[in-house]
């Protein structure tokens, strides 16, 4: 591995960005603190892009694309599935970079690299999904065909929770349909993304191609504002979607932003309560709360469902593995950063001060020999009601609300009527009741009991709502979709002469 780094201090290494197939450092004087947040330490600076190093590396993208483009879509495929085979050689490492900066335990870093390299390996599969269409014959010796073509220069600008997947659901189906790519990772976590940058390059990909911009709102400005760049892919927070949204669209770009979340289970009286349990522990407290699909409310369907699932699961939130990321055998990690966490906290005491029940509190949590990390314990609250603030947003933290209701369809109702529509999930062994609840709530992915229902790489991922902006969900067909524009040719070629026409062409 040959991870940028031209150390600072003893401790702390100086990251760079990825520009034409080169660490480049940065050259605006502003830098973005890097932790380890199981140790609480700062491990790096990440340069903060200004406008012209954005515009640099747009120009260096642009000038990259034709040829690029050009190239074969059966080369491009190659070039992917060399990369694939160099993420799994990978995997570990990359997901060590996750571990480390993000703080999700090693074993759930390795999965969610491994979710990522499914795009790449759905992206090799271009040559045939990336076909077009063709009418032969729609009138005499005329024949119609449509071509998907690329866009040019796209944006993904990404979140700090996935590091190493958010950017392959992106860079992988926007490089393969011939794209050039400029990312903009999360300045919390951005050396995974520098490596990804790297390992396309390896892979045989022409430098110029996919390029890495480390920054902050200064560099997403400059990317959404500047007329070189066609797309932007967003995920992130739902405040940041909108204006990336807004902003993009006003400059006459495509663009899709994905927002946050507030993801309900729904426990119906026939379900069995060990396995929802089960389901809740991985759904609610895995890389501690911080995904976008997580559970974070559990709906129960009568007092005596949430009463019993209480109890099963008061004990297993407090003896939840907590420590450092690296270590293994663990649950969870701690959050990100420290500010965080105290978000995180300030909820918890928000919930208490609006009236419901802190059944465990994870504030008391210490991660002994670790005492400076941004560990959080898990924390349980019981009867939440929809108008509480706690309710309303999104907490993003390992934090499970547990909501009571009187019956099936008050139940389906909140997840409905909540403004966010990422996941939800139904937990019952009644077959009419799961199928009526997939069909009719207002959230884009739905799992039956199934509690995390990521859709695989052929498939596509999006929210509804407050969740998403814009048309297209990430990678799948989808995402194809999204990373192209169709050109359709109407083509005759003549054995005999052409006749002058001036009324609308009607084809026989
Ligand atoms: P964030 O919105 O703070 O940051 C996302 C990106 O936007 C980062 O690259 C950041 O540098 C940039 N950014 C931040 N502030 C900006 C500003 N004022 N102007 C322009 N750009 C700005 O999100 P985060 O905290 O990194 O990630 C967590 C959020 O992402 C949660 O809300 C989570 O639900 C959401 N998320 C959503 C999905 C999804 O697919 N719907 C997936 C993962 C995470």
């Known amino acids: 591995m040959s991870q940028p780094a031209a150390a600072v201090s003893p401790e702390i290494t100086q990251l760079t960005h990825y520009i034409n197939g080169a660490h480049v450092a940065g050259s605006s004087g502003r830098f973005g603190d890097v932790f380890n947040p199981s ?4 491990t790096s600076e990440t340069p903060l892009a200004s406008k012209s190093e954005v515009e640099a590396a747009i120009a260096v993208a642009e000038k990259a694309f034709p040829e690029w483009a050009a190239t074969s879509v059966l080369q491009r495929s190659r070039i992917m599935a060399r990369y694939v085979q160099l993420l799994y050689q990978h995997q570990h490492e990359l997901a060590t970079l996750v571990s480390n900066e993000h703080g999700k335990v090693i074993e759930d870093a390795m999965g969610s690299v491994l979710r990522g390299i499914e795009v790449a390996e759905f992206a090799c599969g271009a040559p045939h999904a990336q076909k077009g269409e063709f009418s032969d014959n729609v009138a005499r010796g005329i024949d119609i065909y449509s071509m998907r073509k690329p866009l040019g220069v796209v944006a993904g600008i990404t979140p700090f929770n996935f590091p190493a997947m958010i950017p392959l659901w992106m860079a992988g189906m926007a490089l393969i349909t011939g794209n050039t790519v400029i990312l903009k990772p999360s300045e919390k976590d951005p050396s995974c993304p520098l490596r990804l940058a790297e390992l396309f390059v390896e892979a045989g990909a022409p430098p110029g191609v996919f390029n890495v911009v480390n920054g902050d709102k200064e560099a997403v400005d400059a990317l959404l504002e500047d007329e070189r ?12 979607a909108k204006y990336v949204y807004a902003t993009a669209t006003a400059h006459g770009k495509r663009c899709q932003a994905m927002g946050g979340a507030k993801n309900h289970m729904l426990i119906l009286p026939d379900a069995d309560l060990e396995d929802v349990a089960n389901a809740l522990m991985g759904a609610a407290y895995g890389s501690a709360g911080e995904r976008c699909m997580a ?3 559990g709906v129960c369907v009568g007092d005596e469902v949430a009463d019993r699932l209480i109890d099963i699961l008061k004990p297993r939130v407090e003896a939840l593995r907590i420590g450092p990321s690296l270590d293994t055998g ?3 990690g701690p959050l990100v950063t420290r500010e965080h966490r105290d978000k995180v906290m ?11 029940r802190l059944v465990v509190d994870g504030r008391d949590f210490v991660c002994s020999g670790n005492e400076d990390g941004f560990f959080l314990g898990g924390t349980l609250i019981d009867d939440v009601r929809p108008g509480m603030q706690s309710y309303q947003e999104e907490i993003f933290g390992p934090v499970l609300q547990i909501m009571r209701v009187g019956s099936f369809e008050e139940g389906a109702a909140l997840a409905t009527d909540h403004p966010y529509g990422n996941g939800t999930s139904i937990f019952t062994k009644n077959g009419a009741a799961a199928r009526t609840f997939a069909d009719k709530v207002e959230v884009g992915m739905v799992g039956i009991n199934v509690p995390i229902p990521v859709p695989l790489a052929f498939h596509s991922f999006g929210g509804w709502k407050s969740s998403a902006f814009g048309d297209h969900n990430q990678y799948g067909m989808e995402a194809l979709r999204f990373y192209t524009k169709v050109k359709t040719v109407t083509s005759r070629w003549l054995e005999s002469g052409l006749d002058a026409e001036f009324m609308m062409p009607v084809l026989k």
């Open 330 to 332: 663990l649950e969870m």
């Open 295 to 297: 559970i974070s409310v």
């Open 346 to 356: 300030n909820y918890i005491q928000m919930a208490q001060d609006e009236g419901s």
């Open 39 to 42: 140790k609480g330490v700062k």
């Open 229 to 240: 760049v066609k797309a932007i892919s967003f995920v992130g927070s739902t405040p940041i």
